[in-house]
């Protein structure tokens, strides 16, 4: 759902972009400073960095819409199976 949006480098899909991804929604969802960034994610700074890149150039906006677009149609899935269901009558 996420790699398709994220942005190509000249030579594809450029590495970590994923971890760096995770990286900015733990910081947000954490509502930590940037510097207290977990090690397994990489430098703060260079996370940071990618961060303001993908805001300046849209990038952070396209994904968060396809996320919701598609969190949207998986819930209408759910709704509209779940209504098929109810109207089911138990067997005898």
């Known amino acids: ?4 949006h994220l942005p190509l480098g000249e030579r594809g899909l450029i590495p970590a972009l994923r ?3 995770d990286a900015v929604m733990w910081r947000f969802r954490t ?3 940037w510097r207290d960034l977990p090690v397994e994610y990489g430098p703060w700074s260079t996370v940071y960095d990618r ?3 993908w805001v ?3 990038v952070l906006q396209r994904l968060i819409q396809a996320m919701i677009a598609e969190a949207a149609a998986l819930q209408e899935t759910v709704e509209r199976e779940r ?4 109207c089911l009558r138990p067997r005898p």
Do not use: H, T, V
Not at 1 to 4: A, N, S
């Open 19 to 21: 971890q760096q991804f």
């Open 56 to 58: 300046l150039n849209g």
């Open 51 to 53: 961060f303001r890149s």
């Open 83 to 86: 209504g098929s269901r109810c």
């Open 1 to 4: 759902m996420i790699k398709p």
């Open 31 to 33: 509502g930590s400073p």
